[in-house]
């Protein structure tokens, strides 16, 4: 992970989560964004003519290294953390860091462990039985410049994970409407 991705890392976790209720959006393109429900990574890839998703890192950490919110949404176990950046056209669009419970492993139509530089969004809902929930939005600070971001748990066949995404100063949701 270089300083940029250890950057993003540090204004994700330090963001105050909120409901979508409690957020107030500056604008109708950052609630759309904010609120998608289905694939980011598909929204994301109509906004360019190349998408493309850098795998910072694939590895499993252990259930002490979960913090109480991650916790409460996933339970307590060994969590695959798959970190990406998601670039549209060349410039870094979003981090993504997305914790799944190995027990979320088990079962599957697709080995996540092998995603690499696949999109999650695409091969998670491709699935019928796939829906999000538990979605909070928040800002982050990065080098003066406010960031929103957001963290949803994804359910596949009945199995949760939890993806935070931050988005970065050349994403589309900050493009004026």
């Known amino acids: 992970m270089n300083q940029s991705d250890s950057q993003y890392l540090l204004a994700l976790n330090s963001v105050h989560w909120q409901k979508p209720e409690e ?5 109708v393109n950052t609630k759309h964004w904010l609120l998608e429900k ?3 990574s598909h929204l994301l890839a109509c906004c360019c003519d190349e998408f493309n998703v850098e795998l910072i890192s694939n590895d499993f950490i252990q259930e002490g290294d979960l913090n109480d919110d991650e916790i409460n949404l996933l339970g307590e176990e060994v969590c695959l953390l798959r970190k ?4 549209g056209d060349g410039q ?3 981090f993504g860091r997305t914790l799944i419970p190995q027990s979320s492993l088990q079962n599957q139509q697709y080995d996540l462990t092998k995603q ?3 999109p999650l969004g695409v091969t998670v809902f491709s699935l019928d039985d796939t829906h999000r929930d ?3 939005i928040g800002v982050a600070t990065l080098d003066g410049q406010y960031l929103f971001a ?7 066949n ?3 994970m939890l993806v935070a995404e931050l988005f970065l100063p050349e994403s589309p949701i900050y493009n004026k409407e």
């Open 150 to 156: 957001r963290r949803s748990r994804l359910w596949m």
């Open 134 to 136: 538990a979605l909070e």
């Open 38 to 40: 289905g694939s980011l």
């Open 116 to 118: 690499g530089s696949t």
């Open 23 to 27: 957020f107030s959006f500056p604008t």
């Open 84 to 87: 990406v950046i998601l670039t």
């Open 158 to 160: 009945h199995k949760p």
């Open 92 to 94: 870094p669009w979003i």
